[in-house]
T-cell receptor, first 111, second 115 residues
Framework: GENVEQHPSTLSVQEGDSAVIKCTYS??????FPWYKQELGKRPQLIIDIRSNVGEKKDQRIAVTLNKTAKHFSLHITETQPEDSAVYFCAARQAGTALIFGKGTTLSVSS | EAGVAQSPRYKIIEKRQSVAFWCNPI?????LYWYQQILGQGPKLLIQFQNNGVVDDSQLPKDRFSAERLKGVDSTLKIQPAKLEDSAVYLC?????????????FGPGTRLLVL
């Protein structure tokens, strides 16, 4: 079955810097890759997703890139702000199956 | 639109007791998921329903966990008897599961503490 590895487990940046979180997946049949943000005690919230027929997607300060050959995808956050501090989860799935999540990255943005 | 609803939000029980969680998905969403999220980890699928049928329950500990989705709308997840290691947040999620709408929307979760 699918296995998703996520790095780093913790990431500390200064406000205004960029943050990058990387994930690798094992199942080449996976075709949907969402990223969720989870604040302490709250539900995971989808922030961006990408499908396997697209190499890059951007939404304001957030972007995701996908390398199908290498089976890895990354989340890029530019101009980080204190409110970006949270736990970020990557996930992968193939059609008809549930999401397989990474273990999460705790992002801390200090002002 | 209203989001995924779950209740209760918090539950404290002693080991060997039973507990039940309830989920009401977003209206019209055919697929419903139950995930277990242990502190410091990502959500792990317990069971996936498509309408009122089970799609995947391969990771559900069936000796103690059960779930149903009667009428293809609301769902309940039950644990009987509970163990200490069941302490976690139980997240319900739903999705339309059409070819263009794969997004899973999560409920607020039920935080379970087993003493």
């Amino acid at each position: 079955g699918e296995n998703v590895e996520q790095h780093p487990s913790t990431l500390s940046v200064q406000e205004g810097d960029s943050a990058v979180i990387k994930c690798t997946y094992s199942d080449s049949a996976s075709n949907y890759f969402p990223w969720y943000k989870q604040e302490l005690g709250k539900r995971p919230q989808l922030i961006i997703d990408i499908r396997s027929n697209v190499g890059e997607k951007k939404d304001q300060r957030i972007a995701v890139t996908l390398n199908k050959t290498a089976k890895h995808f990354s989340l890029h956050i530019t101009e980080t702000q204190p409110e970006d501090s949270a736990v970020y989860f990557c996930a992968a799935r193939q059609a008809g199956t549930a999401l397989i999540f990474g273990k999460g990255t705790t992002l801390s943005v200090s002002s | 639109e209203a989001g995924v609803a779950q209740s209760p939000r918090y539950k404290i029980i002693e080991k060997r007791q039973s507990v039940a969680f309830w989920c009401n998905p977003i209206s019209g969403h055919a697929t419903l998921y139950w995930y277990q999220q242990i502190l410091g980890q990502g959500p792990k699928l317990l069971i996936q329903f498509q309408n009122n049928g089970v799609v995947d329950d391969s990771q559900l500990p069936k000796d103690r966990f059960s779930a149903e989705r009667l009428k293809g709308v609301d769902s309940t997840l039950k644990i009987q008897p509970a163990k200490l290691e069941d302490s976690a947040v139980y997240l319900c999620a739903s999705s339309p599961r059409t070819a263009l709408q794969e997004t899973q929307y999560f409920g607020p979760g039920t935080r379970l503490l087993v003493l």
